[in-house]
């Protein structure tokens, strides 16, 4: 998996297309991604000492991460990660679309 939490992506496919968001979390053995205010889920909930208000709470259900497209942080346009090799020997996300490092 190519992206990572706190990455702005936008979504491709499914019910939630065109959507933008971050990542919350990242789920690699499943290939699934949390991501903010997409695939709102409603969960019915007993009054606890954690929600003591109880009733019908909304929240962010994972998607694949196939469905999902990075947004470029210097274009704005969606766009496929790839890797390069730095001088010093480590390897770095670029963007396929602009050809910049992304921020890790």
Do not use: W, Y
């Not at 997409?38 to 991460?65: F, M, W, Y």
């Amino acid at each position: 998996m190519r992206i990572k939490k706190g990455d702005l992506v936008r979504v491709v496919a499914g019910n939630d297309r065109g959507k933008e968001g971050k990542i919350l979390k990242v789920f690699p053995s499943e290939n699934r991604v949390i991501v903010e205010k997409v695939n709102l889920i409603k969960r019915h909930t007993r009054a606890s000492t954690d929600v003591p208000q109880g009733g019908i709470i909304e929240k962010e259900g994972p998607i694949n991460a196939s469905n999902v497209m990075l947004v470029c942080p210097n274009t704005g346009k969606q766009t496929r990660i790839g890797k390069d090799q730095l001088s010093d020997g480590s390897r770095a996300r670029v963007s396929r679309k602009s050809g910049e490092m992304l921020n890790d």
